[in-house]
Every structure is written in structure tokens, then in C-alpha cells.
């Protein structure tokens, strides 16, 4: 079992452009949660997909977006990129009903 | 929504020693807590979970602790060594319509000095 995998490791971006971010869950989970982790901060939840549904949100604008595929695995697209955008972000899966999430290694998105 | 308080945000300990990290969370109706541990350049890792109700939960060197009438849940490490450095944060759950979300603390950056 790979675990959860992202993809990319690393990505420099400029503002006002968008970034589209990849997770693979681990086999076996139906759901995948998106979490954005400043530099010495814990992590934030974005939001949550579930069976191709965004199923919760967090306190984030609609420049957020992400989508689900039929095979479980996930994107986040950002849009109008900001400095601020820059952080780590998290996919971490589970299944449904559990209450366990296990996180990927993340993604490290820079704006310049 | 959930409100997740973490203390020390930093903790500097002995080889050998024992760490203690304190949480404290506000929403009554949380019922599971996870601690995880990232190291550098690392996704967090899930180490040691607790349900609501149990008041205790030991793993080799890792044990969690809650109280749920104060609120409050603990990490503690025993014989602590200089892999155990990392940033350790505890987190609380919010159900909602489908799922949960988990809240963090800030994080505690635990050093072992050797």
C-alpha cells in the first residue's frame, strides 16, 4: 500500500496564476479532505469530497475549488493566485464514516 | 466551530527524559483525538489516537490522556530520544452533514537533546 500520494512535490508560482494540486488516497478510503498548512502554523481545513461531492468547507473563498474522480483520487485548483497563497497543502484520506485521517507528504506551493 | 488550544509551543527535553504536550478543546461534542508528529519537509503522521470513552491509551513509549469534563487531552513521551524531535499537534473532530474535519492546535516543537 502506497499511503497517500501527492503530486507535485514542489511548485513556484507568480500571482494571478492558478495552480491545480493532486491526491491519491489510500486504497480502500472514499473521501479526501484538503488542508492548507502555513509556515509554523498547524494545518487548515479547506474542504472535504465525498462520493465526487464537496461535502464540508472551511473558512476559504471560491478561488478554492477541487473536485473528486469516480477512482476516489482528488485536485485542488487555486485561482488568482496571492502571496498569501504560498503554504504546504495536505490531502489526507479516510473513509466516510472513520474517524482516522492519514495525510500525504504535500505539496509546497511558493508565490512569487 | 471547534476551538483547539496547545501548550508548550515549544519543548526542549533530555535524551531520556519524558515531554508532556496539554490540549484543550471547546466543543463537547467532539468524541475522538488524534495526536500526529511531522518531521521536516513531512506530511503530519497519525501516532496515537483516543475515543471519548476512554480515559487512557499507551503505545511503547506514547500515551494519551482526556478528560472529557475539562476538556482537556495530553501527549505524553517517555525515555524520550533525539528521533522523537518533530512538531507534534493535536487535533479535535467536527461532524458535520457527511465526514469530519479535524481543528488543530498551533503545534509543540519537541528537540531531544542528546
Known amino acids: 500500500d502506497a499511503g497517500v500520494t501527492q503530486s507535485p512535490t514542489h511548485l513556484i508560482k507568480t500571482r494571478g496564476q492558478q495552480v491545480t494540486l493532486r491526491c491519491s488516497p489510500k486504497?480502500?478510503?472514499?473521501?479526501v479532505s484538503w488542508y492548507q498548512q502555513a509556515l509554523g502554523q498547524g494545518p487548515q481545513f479547506i474542504f472535504q469530497y465525498y462520493e465526487e461531492e464537496e461535502r464540508q468547507r472551511g473558512n476559504f473563498p471560491d478561488r478554492f475549488s477541487g473536485h473528486q474522480f469516480p477512482n476516489y483520487s482528488s485536485e485542488l485548483n487555486v485561482n488568482a493566485l496571492l502571496l498569501g497563497d504560498s503554504a504546504l497543502y495536505l490531502c489526507a484520506s479516510s473513509l466516510i464514516l472513520g474517524n482516522e485521517q492519514f495525510f500525504g507528504p504535500g505539496t509546497r506551493l511558493t508565490v512569487l | 466551530g471547534e476551538n483547539v488550544e496547545q501548550h508548550p509551543s515549544t519543548l526542549s527535553v533530555q535524551e531520556g527524559d519524558s515531554a508532556v504536550i496539554k490540549c484543550t478543546y471547546s466543543d463537547s461534542a467532539s468524541n475522538y483525538f488524534p495526536w500526529y508528529k511531522q518531521e521536516l519537509g513531512k506530511g503530519p503522521q497519525l501516532i496515537i489516537d483516543?475515543?471519548?470513552?476512554?480515559g487512557e491509551k499507551k503505545d511503547q513509549r506514547i500515551a494519551v490522556t482526556l478528560n472529557k469534563t475539562a476538556k482537556h487531552f495530553s501527549l505524553h513521551i517517555t525515555e524520550t530520544q533525539p528521533e522523537d524531535s518533530a512538531v507534534y499537534f493535536c487535533a479535535a473532530p467536527q461532524w458535520g452533514a457527511a465526514g469530519n474535519k479535524l481543528t488543530f492546535g498551533g503545534g509543540t516543537r519537541v528537540l531531544v537533546k542528546p
Open positions: 483516543i475515543r471519548s470513552n476512554v
Open positions: 486504497s480502500g478510503h472514499d473521501t
